[in-house]
């Protein structure tokens, strides 16, 4: 069984920051990916930002230069640092991992349960 867990989410004004954290857990062989999605209501889950264990980064181009993220391998944690939020950044922020899990030894998609970020004055 794997789990992704996320923290950090809140109310923030805009122009505000927060930082996320996920971290995974359980029988993990690898995982190849860590990243952020988010979905808000009545839109599709749209990618964030993304980092391979190379460290390779990705980023929607809406967040780039405001958003960062970072991981550790060896705790098998993911971090978005969000600077300069905007009201549209509001959203429900999932995390996401491509990990090889002990048992199966293939290479699935796994998701956080969510965070709510909320960008208002």
């Known amino acids: 069984q794997v789990q992704l867990v996320e923290s950090g989410g809140g109310l923030v004004q805009p122009g505000g920051s927060l930082r996320l954290s996920c971290a995974a857990s359980?029988?993990?062989?690898?995982?190849?990916?860590m990243g952020w999605y988010r979905q808000a209501p009545g839109t599709e889950r749209d990618l964030v930002a993304t980092i391979t264990s190379y460290g390779r980064t990705k980023y929607a181009d809406s967040v780039k230069g405001r958003f960062t993220i970072s991981g550790d391998n060896a705790k098998k944690t993911v971090s978005l640092q969000m600077n300069s939020l905007k009201p549209e950044d509001t959203s429900v922020y999932y995390c996401?991992?491509?990990?090889?899990?002990?048992?199966?030894?293939?290479?699935?998609?796994?998701w956080g349960q969510g965070t709510q970020v909320t960008v208002s004055s």
């Open positions: 996401y991992g491509e990990v090889v899990a002990i048992d199966s030894l293939a290479l699935r998609e796994y």
């Open positions: 359980g029988s993990i062989a690898s995982i190849n990916a």
